[in-house]
Each structure stands twice: as structure tokens, then as C-alpha cells.
């Protein structure tokens, strides 16, 4: 575990103290894993198997708990040797404090209470089970089955620093690399060094193992996420504020070890999107979330609906749906010692939301985005419809339900509110309102392609998708200039230096 730095390779360390047998029960993160410092020994860049960008990195992830003749392993599975270069495949690694050619032999892998063989077999079980969640949602193998492939990640998971030379303090220790992959790469993580007991120790050992190994592809640690969220669940933090099962979030993070820093390959990494541009996708083997929403007192909606979801990876969001209409949203609750419990969760319904009947249904997203929606459930808002007129614009009024018919609006399609396009943003001049997207002024395909459209600045380093200028005198534009506007619900005016076209029929001029 260390800073990544691209210019040069390193060797990446996680420190413990001394082992401490944690109560399973207590709600701890991490007590046997307090005291950690964290230092970094080069490793010359001849000595990794770099991979270009794009070029294909192994699947495999091996985890090698050290037992002889266990799963394909050898008589002596964790003899590493000591050399110039790191080969996964027959344990040589430039790691261990030695002259080159110097062996060395890790002992088998010990649960919590000491105890290996077939007696750590439960608990190592869950570790494996554990790593292999973390990383579903690649197109990665994580196994603890001795590959039979050329090439594949060694991830070592046994013995003590001691047995290679190095201080008995470190918990983990890899080969860091710069801003690309790295192939046939072995890592450690020194169980028999580690205290801890239950499912705390479970998750931590599941944590330096998916760090060590993500180092190997390139990642660097993680600090925390935009408004100062802590970093905590990722498993490349250092961070033990929050606790539970960690995994590679798809959140934008700032990188550091205990304060935050610009990332090593870049100014902020998101681990996930990371990883994923090294494996593809696969598919995430962590349940979708769970959610109800509760009925309103009396079955009647007042300022606000709640509703109770739970996921194993943690809520990031909850959206409420009225009559299929998207109207509130609230991030999910904090992550705490055992990660992120199910929890109650409070959506206000905005006052404009009209009388009506409504069918309620509250949806629960994960930082991946998988979902899952609740029961509907239906209840009034005062008395139900009887004509669009005590509606909003261009909603309908049918069996005292006030709402909008599925969007059908295309970018650049006029319209008069946002609901009609599929977008949800209705913007443009004083003289025409389009369907439209949301761009980054000078990014050139963050409008759509063919020269049509070009992305208006609304706000510094924001805008909005609008018809491009054009130069042949057909549908000349005036030069009139045009006030600024905010947008409400998506709906707004924007004006330009000079007014902007409308869409000519074809083969009109």
C-alpha cells in the first residue's frame, strides 16, 4: 500500500502494529490494524512487466494461502526468490531484503485464533468469498485455485514479514507501479502477523489483499469523494472512519494517505471506472438493493415519504417517484464501523407538486447504479384530479391522477416544458426552447456529432447542447443581444451575442 508515483516504480507497504485479538461483536473497524505508517522503497522499472494502455492484462487473480499440495499448489507454495525481476509464476520477487537468488519460505496461512489446515478453512473461505465480491463487477477470475495459465496476479497470503527479511510491522507489501498495469505481478499480505478475529479481520484481510492487488493496475490510494466524504469503504483508503466490507467505488476521489493530495495519474481517481478500463465489465455478484416505502399516515402525503433500504455495497441514492415522475432524491446515510446499515430515509415532496392521486414508488440505487424499486403504494395529496386544469403544463389528468406522458422530446425537438423531452432539459433563446443535453463548453463530442449542435456556456465550465451558427446566409440570425436566464425544472432562457437558429425543414432555406 503506497503513493503511486508514474515516473518511477515502487514498492508499496502497509505497516501494523502489533497484533491485538479483536471481540468480534464490538462495532470496530479495524482495532488490531491501529498505528499503521506506511513507507515506500523504490523498485527499478526493469524489473515489472508494464503493460501498454489497451494492451490485454491477465484476468487471474491467485490467492495462495501457503498450503502444500492445496488446490494445484506445490510441496512448498510460498517459496519466494529473491531476484531482479517479479514472476508470478514462479514466485520470484524483487520484495524480500536479500542478495539476489536468496530463498525464503512463508508459513501457511493462520485464521484469528492461530489456527491453519483445515481448521482456518471457514474462515479463509469467507476472505476468498470476500475478494471475489469486491472485484465481480470486472471481468476478472479470482480464485484460489493454482492457475494453470502463463501468466496471472500472485497474491500471497500467509506468513509473516519476518520470513522475508523484512520488519515484523508490515501487514502488506507490493511492487506500486506507475499509470499503467502491470502483469505477472506477485503481492503479499502477511495473515500470521495480522490480530483480529471474526468478521473484522475477515473484511481487513479482504481489504490489503484487494489494495495490494489493485496497486498492481495502477491505482493509487484514495482520500475522499466530492464534499468531503470520506474515502473510508474504498478499499485503496487508509482511512478507518467507517468499517464493513470495503469495494472499489465508482465516485470521483481525491488521493492520500492522511491528508488528501492530487492522485499520482491524474487529479482524482475513481477506482472503479479504473479497474474497469483494465478487465471490462463482468457482472457484480453483490445483491441489488433492497427497499419499501411506507405508507403515509392516514394514506394521505404530506411533506414528505420514507422509505427503508438496505444494500451490501451501501445506498448511494434514493429517488421518489410519483405517478412514474422522478421528483425528489436523497443521498444515502454515512458509513459507519460496520459499514452502511439499512436505514430510514426521509424524501420531501416539493410543494408544487399538484392534488392528485399518486402511485408512490421509491427507488434504491448503489454507487454502480443497480436498483431496485419498492412496492407502489397510492395515497392522495388532497383531493384527486378532475380535469388537467388544477394540473402542471402539459400534464394529464385521468382516474384523479395528475401526470406526464413518457417523454418523446429529441434533442434539438421544441418544447415547452422539460417533462416532454427525454433529456428532462427544455431550454434555449427567448425565440425557441429545444430538447437539449448537458455539455462541457470546448470538449467537442460532448454535443452530438454532425456539426449541428454546439455546447452554450450557462455557467463556468457548464452548458447546454444549442443549434450551431451557421455562415451560408440561409436562415440569417439577427445580432440582437439577449438577457441571461436561470432555468426551473430543467425549463430555461439563455440568450447569446446573437440569436441562434431554429431547424430548417430540409431543403428549406
Known amino acids: 500500500m503506497s503513493r503511486i508515483v508514474p515516473s518511477l516504480a515502487l514498492v508499496a507497504v502497509t505497516l501494523f502494529s502489533s497484533p491485538v485479538v479483536a471481540d468480534p461483536n464490538r462495532d470496530t473497524a479495524s482495532e488490531a490494524f491501529e498505528g499503521k505508517i506506511f513507507p515506500v522503497v523504490e523498485t527499478p522499472p526493469s524489473a515489472l512487466q508494464i503493460v501498454p494502455p489497451h494492451a490485454t492484462v491477465s484476468p487471474i487473480i491467485y490467492l495462495n494461502r501457503c498450503r502444500a499440495n492445496y488446490k494445484g499448489a506445490g510441496a512448498n507454495p510460498c517459496e519466494i526468490t529473491k531476484g531482479g525481476l517479479n514472476q508470478a509464476s514462479n514466485l520470484t520477487s524483487t520484495i524480500p531484503d536479500g542478495a539476489a537468488g536468496t530463498k525464503y519460505t512463508l508459513s501457511e496461512y493462520q485464521n484469528g485464533d492461530g489456527l491453519s489446515g483445515a481448521a482456518a478453512d471457514a474462515e479463509w473461505d469467507e476472505v476468498v468469498k470476500c475478494v471475489q465480491e469486491v472485484y465481480s463487477p470486472f471481468l476478472a477470475t479470482v480464485t484460489d485455485q493454482r492457475p494453470v495459465a502463463a501468466t496471472f496476479h500472485h497474491a500471497v497470503v500467509g506468513g509473516t514479514p519476518g520470513q522475508m527479511g523484512l520488519d515484523n510491522s508490515i501487514g502488506g507489501i507490493s511492487p506500486g507501479v506507475g499509470c499503467n498495469a502491470v502483469d505477472n505481478l506477485v ?6 502477523s495480522t490480530g483480529g478475529n471474526g468478521i473484522n479481520r475477515i473484511h481487513r484481510m479482504c481489504q490489503v489483499i484487494a489494495q495490494e492487488s489493485a496497486h498492481s493496475y495502477s491505482l493509487d490510494h484514495s482520500y475522499s469523494f466530492p464534499g468531503g466524504r470520506s474515502a473510508c469503504n474504498d478499499p485503496m483508503t487508509y482511512r478507518t472512519d467507517c468499517g464493513g466490507q470495503r469495494f472499489f467505488r465508482n465516485d470521483q476521489a481525491t488521493c492520500g494517505e492522511d491528508v488528501a493530495r492530487p492522485c499520482s495519474c491524474g487529479a482524482t481517481q475513481n477506482s472503479h471506472l479504473k479497474l474497469l478500463s483494465v478487465f471490462g465489465a463482468g457482472t457484480s455478484t453483490v445483491p441489488k438493493p433492497t427497499v419499501s416505502a411506507n405508507m403515509p399516515a392516514g394514506g394521505s402525503i404530506g411533506i414528505s415519504i420514507t422509505a427503508t433500504a438496505f444494500s451490501k455495497r451501501g445506498i448511494s441514492k434514493l429517488e421518489l417517484y410519483l405517478n412514474d415522475y422522478k421528483w425528489a432524491e436523497v443521498v444515502g446515510n454515512a458509513f459507519g464501523p460496520n459499514g452502511q446499515p439499512e436505514g430510514t430515509y426521509s424524501l420531501l415532496v416539493p410543494a408544487m407538486v399538484p392534488n392528485s392521486k399518486y402511485d408512490i414508488r421509491v427507488r434504491a440505487l448503489d454507487d454502480l447504479g443497480l436498483y431496485a424499486d419498492s412496492a407502489t403504494i397510492t395515497a392522495n395529496k388532497g383531493a ?42 427544455c431550454q434555449g433563446t427567448t425565440e425557441q426552447t429545444i430538447c437539449t443535453q448537458a455539455c462541457i463548453p470546448g470538449v467537442l463530442d460532448s454535443c452530438p456529432e454532425g456539426g449541428e449542435f454546439e455546447c452554450i456556456e450557462t455557467n463556468p465550465g457548464k452548458g447546454v447542447c444549442f ?41 428549406s432555406c
Open 187 to 192: 503481492t503479499f499480505t502477511f495473515s500470521n
Open 467 to 507: 443549434f450551431a451558427d451557421t455562415d451560408t446566409g440561409c436562415c440569417s440570425a439577427g445580432t440582437g443581444d439577449v438577457p441571461w436566464a436561470p432555468a426551473v425544472l430543467g425549463l430555461g432562457i439563455f440568450g447569446f451575442i446573437a440569436t441562434r437558429r431554429r431547424r430548417a425543414p430540409v431543403g
Open 384 to 425: 384527486p384530479c378532475q380535469t388537467a386544469d388544477t394540473c402542471l403544463k402539459g400534464q394529464l389528468c385521468e382516474d384523479g391522477k395528475c401526470f406526464w406522458e413518457a417523454p418523446a422530446g429529441q434533442i434539438g425537438d421544441d418544447c415547452t416544458f422539460p417533462q416532454f423531452c427525454e433529456s428532462g432539459i
